[in-house]
């Protein structure tokens, strides 16, 4: 995304402002901590990722996720969107490019 929304820049035409971060609480940041795999049909097939807070931030081995609010992050390293929903148990489960990946350990 971030590519094009620098072409658009060069170019004149119409692009997408970074979304605004916000702030979390670190019990609301903490939830969220553990490790969530993907299936294979997600683009980095069977990917793991560990989620840990590092200096007040929620950071996984893909790097920094920054709060947007209504449980939307930005994944800093590849300027996309990602969130987290709850299962039927209220567990967290990490969502990206619309694949869904359940937290499989805190």
Known sequence: QIGN???AMIFNEDYDMPPNPIDLPL???EKLTGTYQFDANFFRPNDVLEFEIQN???????????????????????WMEGSFEKDDAGNPVL?????KAPRSSR
């Open 5 to 7: 929304d620098i072409a």
């Open 95 to 99: 969502v990206i490019a619309g694949s």
């Open 27 to 29: 019990a609301d940041l």
């Open 56 to 78: 007040g931030e929620l950071v996984s081995t893909w790097g920094p996720f920054v709060p947007l609010g209504d449980d939307r992050f930005l994944i800093r390293y590849y």
